[in-house]
DNA sequence: TTGACAAATGACCCAATAGTCATTATTATA
DNA sequence: TATAATAATGACTATTGGGTCATTTGTCAA
């Protein structure tokens, strides 16, 4: 478990600099200090490598996002926490950053663009959820050129620290975006992006995580983590899954007490989205 | 030269749909209908194929968008165009949009890394001075920021008809993306990129058209249109280049009289710059 | 110390692919 | 028609790189 995480690590250095199909499995294990049949005892194939990167951090910047989305009170912050949280994280794996962009909708592989999509259509999704929040009825008709734009400033300006080693004022650039964002919420008239053309947009995702994905996942967890509140919620989570008995309110409550614990951040989320709240 | 087109065409349907890496040889030249020599009889490499492909498609859409800033002489309708001629040129040219998208900043060859580095300078300097015409002083301190979200736009909704085949409404489009602009461009107030930051990031880019290169072209055009005024000037300009001994009105003239024929339009973009006109 | 089991190795296999070149087909010229 | 020049062919080479597996090395309980 300890060798796949060096492996991971040190791809992601070569895979940044070089991109992911110029790196050789060759140069991997070279990297790491270990033999090519080594590399094959932690991953059944190099896919399985890059699909792994993604995941990891993926869920990392996902689960962030979604945590923040939830966890501010004040709407006055909340875009500005959002950008903050975005670059910050862009920033601090920025490695991964550069391969996200480099190998962005690359065709190589199929699963991994169901996977992209996927992680795209949660993150779309999060937005949304923060405009509706802070905007409401007002921008009813735009919400979705706006989640558009927002989701350009992201990408557009997280060229600049990837690819440019420039020391940047994350603070300064959050500003300015949230007063960029607030403008085009509340004078913004003309809609491009309707409802029907999201819906058109959506159809060929429906790589949508599975019950039996989420039971397999909590199993792992529930291996992971010592004896604890986390592990017993866990278990009858795993139950509820298997037999729904509980009530919705004893179901959250369950969700409320695993959703802080650092390997369960992620299973917290599938959950709160499988059930809807 | 007629071989040449067939197999850039052919490719280049290949390319939309596989990518370039994952394209091989042997099978642009099955799909063209012709052998393996013959290709190697048109490009010396396969590198050399992605880059003519590039320096084709990116040269018409940068003199396209250069003609209307210039050619527009209604400030109100000049967005509008861009806009519309930028999306208008990506719909034409699906194929290569998608190309592009999937190919931007891969790291397998410099020379394509720079060029296309090469070509976003120059979208960026229209950009640029399509703003500066439009809003002036009003936008000095934010310029630059305007200028990236025009480009966070133009890649973000350009995603949308390449990667689903949606019937779009350009001219909608156009309008809502004017709308957008005009509104960052008069109430924004916070800039987060800055002379300095446009500075650093500028530094990588030393790969401006020689004088010697300008030359070669003009050579090739004169080669290849027949006896015209055009020719003619061409003519006077390979000797302005080599020897100057004509006042700067004859030379604008003289770029005056090339700038339409249809074989001359980018290299009278490029002498346009050479000049400062 | 021994033997059994797991972990790690790297030579090897095979498929794919960029690029070459001796040979053949086609066209232009005299 | 004969000859020269040009265009086109595709078998072949050299190399690379993902993945396998027989063998070696390491570990630990008896």
């Known amino acids: 478990m300890l060798k796949k995480q060096l492996i991971m690590e040190r791809a992601l250095e070569l895979f940044a ?71 910050h994280s862009f920033h601090k794996q920025s490695d991964f950053a550069k391969v996200l962009i480099k190998e962005q909708s690359q065709t190589f592989n199929k699963d991994l663009i169901l996977k992209m999509r996927y992680y795209d259509k949660l993150i779309e999704n999060n937005i949304l959820s923060m405009i509706e929040r802070l905007y409401g009825e007002e921008v009813r008709q735009t919400k979705y050129d706006l989640m558009y734009c927002i989701k350009g400033f992201m990408n557009t300006y997280s060229q600049l620290f990837v690819f440019y080693n420039v020391p940047l004022d994350l603070k300064l650039l959050s500003e300015s975006l949230v007063e960029k964002t607030n403008l085009l919420a509340r004078h913004t008239t003309v809609p491009f992006i309707s409802q029907e053309l999201i819906e058109i947009v959506k159809q060929p995702m429906n790589a949508e995580v599975t019950k039996e ?65």
Chains 1, 2 share one sequence.
Not at 234 to 255: F, H, N, W
């Open 213 to 277: 994905q989420i039971l397999e996942i909590v199993g792992q967890r529930i291996e992971e983590i010592e004896t604890s509140i986390e592990k017993e919620s866990l278990i009858l989570l795993q139950g509820q899954l298997l037999e729904p008995t509980l009530p919705p309110a004893i179901v959250k409550g369950l969700l409320g007490n695993i959703s802080n614990h650092p390997h369960c951040k992620w299973i917290s989320y599938l959950l709160r989205r499988y059930y809807n709240f």
């Open 17 to 87: 600099k070089q991109g992911f199909e110029s790196t050789s499995v060759q140069q991997i294990t070279e990297h790491c200090g270990i033999s090519k049949g080594a590399f094959y005892l932690s991953f059944k194939s190099k896919d399985e490598l890059i699909i792994a990167l993604i995941d990891h951090f993926m869920m990392q910047i996902t689960t962030e996002i979604d945590q923040i989305v939830r966890n501010t009170p004040n709407d006055e912050e909340l875009l500005y926490k959002f950008y903050y949280a975005i670059y």
